[in-house]
T-cell receptor, first 114, second 113 residues
């Protein structure tokens, strides 16, 4: 399968713990996006990369969130000192360069902070 | 700043009827791309249709068409001949030239038999 892959699919963690999610995009895609989605809402933009460069990070994102894409391939999203409000679905998407290129989404990582 | 607004939290349509889902956007860039995605209850995001800001004609893909009114900054999705399988969340999205892609709040469509 050459789609976008996210791991783990589910994560339950205790408040205050750190968690890390991984996203493997479609191999030839230069752009990689991270979103957070809660029930009944649209995907909320977190950050995006073009190759290994992080081009923008949402101003709404606290310093507890950090993302990397070290070699321009896979990406990781880390949340430090998790809070209950971090519970959500975390979606990764990738696309080619270009204005008209559709983004392909992974199946997401569902985070539950207890 | 870029913004996408979907003002209809929920919509109902009778099977085989047409339905229009509203989307308005705000950007200062003259060049941008507009997308619609479908998210069924299973959770996957499915790309439906694309419209570029310089496209002269409204985009169409099968039963989906996009009513693009650039001066009004609206990009409404029209689904013709609704089917039960069209019941899902629908999201409008916009990409700016730098590549950032943002989404609206979504509209939940329910198709009644």
């Amino acid at each position: 399968d050459t789609g976008v892959s996210q791991n783990p699919r589910h994560k339950i963690t205790k408040r205050g713990q750190n968690v890390t999610f991984r996203c493997d995009p479609i191999s030839e895609h230069n752009r990689l996006y991270w979103y957070r989605q809660t029930l009944g809402q649209g995907p909320e933009f977190l950050t995006y990369f073009q190759n290994e460069a992080q081009l923008e990070k949402s101003r709404l994102l606290s310093d507890r969130f950090s993302a990397e894409r070290p070699k321009g391939s896979f990406s990781t999203l880390e949340i430090q000192r998790t809070e209950q409000g971090d519970s959500a679905m975390y979606l990764c998407a990738s696309s080619r360069l270009g204005l008209n290129t559709e983004a392909f989404f992974g199946q997401g990582t569902r985070l539950t902070v207890v | 700043a870029q913004k996408i607004t979907q003002t209809q939290p929920g919509m109902f349509v009778q099977e085989k009827e047409a339905v229009t889902l509203d989307c308005t956007y705000d950007t200062s860039d003259p060049s941008y791309g507009l997308f619609w995605y479908k998210q069924p209850s299973s959770g996957e995001m499915i790309f439906l249709i694309y419209q570029g800001s310089y496209d002269q004609q409204n985009a169409t893909e099968g039963r989906y068409s996009l009513n693009f009114q650039k001066a009004r900054k609206s990009a409404n999705l029209v689904i013709s001949a609704s089917q039960l399988g069209d019941s899902a969340m629908y999201f409008c999205a916009m990409r700016e030239p730098g590549g950032k892609l943002i989404f609206g709040q979504g509209t939940e469509l329910s198709v009644k038999p």
